[in-house]
Nanobody, 124 residues
Framework: QVHLVESGGGLVQAGGSLRLSCAAS????????MGWFRQAPGQEREFVAA????????NYDDSVKGRFTISRDNTKKLVYLQMNNLRPADTAVYYC?????????????????WGQGTQVTVSS
């Protein structure tokens, strides 16, 4: 089994920064791509960013491009999401997820393993 645990969420003011972490354990060799998704109340879970473990190829949603950076530590099996210039529209529960696809997919159905989520709230 693959276990993913997010941390680092909290309350920040607009324009501030926050770094989320995701710790992967268990059968991590089954996970080829790691992604971040977010879900606001009453909304669908949407793609934020993704990265491949081996090559570090990244993919970002247009809404966060230039503001967010995804990275990974292959030795420690950690994935990070550095979020800068945060906006109230970024407020959501953020989930990390793992996919067996060998590209930085943005398609939610391609992700099989999910964390429990961490709340990010951006105040104006």
């Amino acid at each position: 089994q693959v276990h993913l645990v997010e941390s680092g969420g909290g309350l920040v003011q607009a324009g501030g920064s926050l770094r989320l972490s995701c710790a992967a354990s268990g059968r991590t060799d089954w996970v080829v791509t790691m992604g971040w998704f977010r879900q606001a109340p009453g909304q669908e879970r949407e793609f934020v960013a993704a990265i491949t473990w081996s090559s570090g190829v990244t993919n970002y949603d247009d809404s966060v491009k230039g503001r967010f950076t995804i990275s990974r530590d292959n030795t420690k099996k950690l994935v990070y999401l550095q979020m800068n210039n945060l906006r109230p529209a970024d407020t959501a529960v953020y989930y990390c997820a793992g996919s067996r696809e060998n590209y930085a997919t943005m398609i939610r159905d391609n992700y099989y393993y999910w964390g429990q989520g961490t709340q990010v709230t951006v105040s104006s």
